[in-house]
């Protein structure tokens, strides 16, 4: 008879974790006994050989999978595409990096087994839980901030809804799987904002643990994730995430242009004209860059691949500009106020700018 397929899938995302998934095997093992198990590591094709690690792991324990991502990149499209492939009746998501504490799989996995709850959290902010240990305090303070920021989104029902530790009904996870957002970090809070009726929540403490190897993920980019999540599921999905990144992005480069345009005329003696377009120039470079390196992060260009973007984002952008002064200035001429014109032109600017980007200069990017 062939096995069935277990009664856990444990879903552990993966970038340079190498060194660390064989000792999150030996854990897992020591505290699910009696369970049904399997761990799926997906890893975004990690320079560090992560996914080598995995299978030589496998080939050992029939309970390891791995599902290597290949010019894909970003932890909530890993979670989605592991949670996809398992036929489990619970899935777990959970880091490798070690700082989750895997003692506490047991009851979170009862919980659900009692019909207790649709998705069971691993909280640092309910008794018994704690993150002292394992961030430092510019993290602890951003977490904190994005809790209350996502708690405005979601409302009450789940206190640590950054937590990247929970443990959910795959036929829950797999009916609003469509609705979910694959670039970014904070897959917890875009399942509990995208479920509709709400999941049955429960919280199971834990103590966050100090990374023990590799570097943390939480970056600029986490950050920016982040906000262009609760922007996307605020808007009831109309700006995507990117979007928000992209157009924050373009007001930074309006600064550089004016700073350029002032420093040309004031400190070259310059005209107009020229101190214009070098502005222009140096701004749409800066974007570029930018962009490359934060909004389009997982699409990244580069060598020449990135001199050929760079020239194609100058057209696209060019594009944008005319589009931007025509119709701000038909607006003006409709007699419209001249701020209101003005908006308009951005607007249609930005929409522009991004939507051909994505299609031509970063393609594929979502």
Known sequence: MPNASPHVSIVAPTFNEARNVAELARR???????????????????????ARAVKELAA???RVRCIRRVKRRGLSGACIEGILSSSAPICVVMDADLQHDETILPEMIARLDRDEAD?????????????????????LFASNFAIRVAGLLVGAG???????????????????????????FKILLDVLASA??????????????????????????????????????????????????FVAVGGLGVVLHLAALR??????????TEAQSFATIAAMTFNFFVN???????????????????????????????????????????????????????????????????????????
């Open 119 to 139: 998705i069971v959290v691993g909280s640092r902010l309910v008794e018994g839980g704690s993150s002292s240990d394992g961030l430092t305090a510019p993290r």
């Open 28 to 50: 897992l093992d020591a505290v699910l006994t009696g369970v049904d198990w399997e761990i799926i590591f997906v890893d975004d094709d990690s320079p560090d050989g992560t």
């Open 196 to 245: 509709a009726p709400p999941l049955r929540a429960s919280e199971v403490g834990y103590r966050f643990r100090s990374r023990l190897e590799g570097a943390s993920k939480f970056d600029l980019r986490a950050m920016s994730d982040f906000v262009g999540l609760v922007v996307h599921k605020a808007t009831g999905g109309v700006v995507p995430p990117r979007f928000v990144m």
């Open 292 to 366: 490359n390196s934060l909004t389009y992060s997982d699409s990244k260009l580069k060598g020449w691949r990135a001199a050929l973007g760079l020239a194609q984002f100058y057209a696209v952008c060019g594009v944008g500009a005319v589009a931007n002064v025509g119709i701000a200035s038909w607006m003006f001429n409709m007699n419209e106020a001249w701020w209101l014109a003005a908006l308009a032109g951005v607007v249609m600017g930005s929409v522009w700018n991004y939507t051909m980007s994505s299609l031509f200069v970063w393609r594929g990017a979502e």
């Open 60 to 62: 050992r324990d029939s």
């Open 158 to 184: 789940v206190s640590d809804l950054t937590s990247g530790f929970f443990a959910v009904k795959r036929e829950k996870f797999e009916s609003m799987a469509p609705k979910l957002t694959t670039s970014g």
């Open 263 to 272: 420093l040309a005329m004031d400190s070259a003696g310059a005209g107009f």
